[in-house]
């Protein structure tokens, strides 16, 4: 038996058409083709027939995000605020205070 298309005319079609072919394709039809070796879009119907199966699966329970904060990230943002506290309010009004004071 001579290697045949998926579709008449596979060559000529455009690439919307070809992914409408896979995509209307019944899920053991594209396993067909798949096994098929004298089919020339058995690699393309593989392709589609694992993209059928995985859209198929239930999707995966997603990452559970633990809301518990350690102690050690605490400490460092307890710094953190402290310092930028002593930058952005204190140092200000210090220098302020100085600047007057000589001012005078």
Known sequence: MANYDIAEGWDNLSLAHKARVINLASKEQLAKWAADPECNQRI?????????????????????????????AHYIAGRIIKHLWIIFVILPFVLAALFFLLRS
């Open 44 to 72: 393309i119907c593989a392709t589609g027939f694992q993209v059928q199966d995985n859209a198929e699966k239930p999707p995966e329970v997603p990452f559970y995000r633990h809301t518990e904060v350690s102690a050690d």
